[in-house]
């Protein structure tokens, strides 16, 4: 092989790890589409804010640790099993 020539192995590693990198690159991007789904799903709602506290216990919602958008924090309303 002359000096600066790259061989065909090279070559097709290479290009394999782009494929790779490309297919990672899309499933990322998905599943990142809609993170408030997680907190719709379980009866929550997505609200402003960045801390447990930002759920007000008055109105009848508590943090719960699932997927919002960013600034935003998933709160559950607490049902009374009576009503």
Do not use: F, H, W
């Not at 998905?30 to 907190?39: I, M, T």
């Not at 379980?42 to 958008?69: A, F, K, Q």
Request: charged fraction near 20%; hydrophobic fraction near 40%; include cysteine.
């Amino acid at each position: 092989m002359k000096r600066g020539e790259i061989s065909m192995e090279v070559i097709i590693i290479a290009a394999i790890a782009l494929l790779v990198l490309v297919i990672l690159s899309v499933l990322v991007i998905r599943s990142g589409g809609n993170v408030a789904k997680e907190c719709l799903n379980i009866g929550g709602e997505c609200r402003s804010g960045s801390s447990p506290t930002d759920c007000p216990i008055d109105e009848g919602l508590v943090y719960s640790p699932n997927n919002c958008n960013t600034g935003q924090v998933c709160c559950i309303k607490l049902t009374n099993p009576d009503e």
